[in-house]
């Protein structure tokens, strides 16, 4: 059987009185850490070398001052006190040190099999994890749990948040699309994780309303290595045989439409929503934007399938890119289409940059929109934010569009946050961003 879906759980030999340990215990030193690291371009272990049972550690233990991987990290007003969180520093102060705990088990996963010839897939490694339902402490975003199949997303979005996820295990964010890790028994040690960690009855509802688990928050849980491996599936197949549960699934794949006949059964038995996210309707801004993600038009078929099947499914036009995919009419175009193919909700955030996403997003701009280049600097390389102003305007015509399509207010799980965040100056330079928008409309044939 596959060591990805193998049907009982590994012996960690973890117990759960040990969950206070010290986090030098959590996070050993590498046997072999006096050996040099890889360097770029070489190959990875090919083996995992013996690991104790403390050293297998998922991705939900936290330090002191950081969230976990599969959380947004925190802005800088609530970062610890002496500063923002900022790992690209942190592993250049790093750079000589042993690996240890997920960038150890990273650096020791072996390769996984593929049937895959293309010269330009990614590389795919098993990640043995102890956990595959992941704490998520941040009061901004709406869950208490995360589920995230996969670490790194081979969709390769210019923008992607996540990408700092990858500086956890000591990669670059820009090996995020092309070194994939794959979690190992995501079955069986879900099945543990429900039955120990997950409450029918969570503290931000006064008890009344189940926590709620978000699968593919950080990484697409139907990305391609879906179809070889299955983990999405996988845990899907767990979640089935529960009841009282509360889950959503975000995805930019139609290859979600595979795991129809386990969406009814869940929903049958928990709450259930699907959420299929669609930035533009321009299909080669689409692939620019979103190099080797499905195109606009097959996630819209993907939304249809699903509400036609009877399921919740709504449509995140998130993020909305300044400049790019904020045009007048644009973000009407994609809420009118979700409407018209059954979606029963729809939302829309503005892009925020991480430094590890900045790294890649602001050449991006430089090269491919030049004349907006300046005002992303202004606007992301002092905050990851967008001004307040700007954002506060385009949740006031998100409302609009809502409200003039009659989609619900928001998902039934999301639950209210403020979010602090520092204002900054609000002033696109009215000419360039013209004359860009004539570029940008070149994306619109096709």
Known sequence: MSPVLSSTAPSFGFRRRHARQSSATLFPVCPNATSPKPKAGEPLPSALEPVQAAEV???????????????????????????PVNHADDRTLRADAPLVGIARLAACSPRAETHRKSAERPEYFLLPVKSILNRCDSKRVPFEWTINPYRGCEFGCRYCYARYTHEYMELDGGEFERKIFVKKDAAPLLAYDVAHKYSYASESSGGEKPEHIAIGTATDPYQPAEREYGVTRACLEELSKREGLSISVITKSNQIVRDIDLFKRIAERSELSLNITITTLRTRLARLLEPRAPRPDLRLGAVRQLSEAGLRVAVSASPLIPGITDREGELEAVAEAAHKAGARGFWSGVLFLMPSSAKQFLPFIREKFPRLAKQYEEWYTKDAYAPEKYRKMIAERVARVKQKYGFDVRPPHEKRFNMPCAQLKLGW???????????IRSCSAG
């Open 429 to 439: 330079d009215a000419a360039a961003v013209s004359s860009q928008l004539q570029e």
């Open 57 to 83: 550690t998922g991705l939900n233990v936290s330090t002191s001052g950081y969230t976990t991987a599969d959380c947004p990290p925190p802005t800088s007003s609530e970062a610890a006190p002496h500063g």
